[in-house]
């Protein structure tokens, strides 16, 4: 069967500082990923999505970007965390059309 | 572009009764709908799709109804338990892969 891990669960970073959150999918070969970002109280924002190896699409302008250096690895960085990058990000993958995505659970990023 | 919406922030319901969650949507060209549940602190979690060349979709405890005509999305949880009080999100594609979410409603099953 499928999973997905996501690291670390928790991060409180300094404004200003560099940030690489990690996710990985194992049991399903060239999906599709997703980074998303939640807002407490609020729904998802999609913030990158890739269909294979070094493709990224950007989904919203802001300080992150995103890397999928092999087939099952999707990472989230920044170079210059901003306070209004605290929040729930998220990293999803689905395999074709018409099939739901998964999540996994999630980063909770504090900036102080 | 497309904006997903739900009723009601916040579903009070009693223990056994049945539930329904709605949710409407701007796109008409929109043909795949899932529904997620998401507990405090965790990931959205699956609980039913639906594609649009269809009207009415049933799990276990679950149905999701898809009004095309009116572009709106509902799920239906019978006697509702404990265990599902949660955050409930209706998620909307409308080609490609990318999903468009709404902001949730809260459900909270009273004993």
């Known amino acids: 069967s499928q999973t997905i891990h996501q690291w670390p669960a928790t991060l409180v970073q300094p404004v200003g500082s560099p940030l690489s959150l990690e996710c990985t999918v194992e049991g399903t070969s060239n999906p599709n990923l997703y980074w998303y970002r939640q807002a407490a109280g609020r729904g998802l924002q999609l913030l990158f999505y890739s269909v294979g190896i070094g493709q990224i699409s950007s989904e919203v302008p802001q300080n992150l970007s995103a890397s999928r250096p092999q087939d099952r690895q999707f990472i989230l960085s920044s170079k210059k965390l901003l306070l209004s990058d605290s929040g729930f990000y998220l990293c999803?993958?689905?395999?074709?059309?018409?099939?739901?995505?998964?999540f996994g659970d999630g980063t909770r990023l504090s900036i102080l | 572009g497309e904006s997903v919406g739900l009723h009601l922030p916040t579903l009070s319901v009693q223990e056994g009764d049945n539930s329904i969650i709605n949710c409407a949507y701007s796109?008409?060209?929109?043909?795949?709908f899932i529904w997620y549940k998401q507990e405090s602190g965790k990931g959205p979690q699956f609980i039913i799709d639906i594609r649009s060349n269809m009207d009415k979709r049933q799990g276990q405890r679950v149905t999701v109804l898809l009004n095309k005509t009116v572009k709106h999305l509902s799920l239906q949880i019978a006697a509702t338990q404990p265990g599902d009080s949660a955050v409930y999100f209706c998620a909307v594609t409308g080609g490609g892969n990318k999903l468009t979410f709404g902001t949730g409603t809260q459900l909270k099953v009273e004993l």
């Open positions: 999803a993958w689905s395999s074709e059309r018409f099939q739901p995505q998964h």
């Open positions: 796109n008409s060209a929109s043909d795949y």
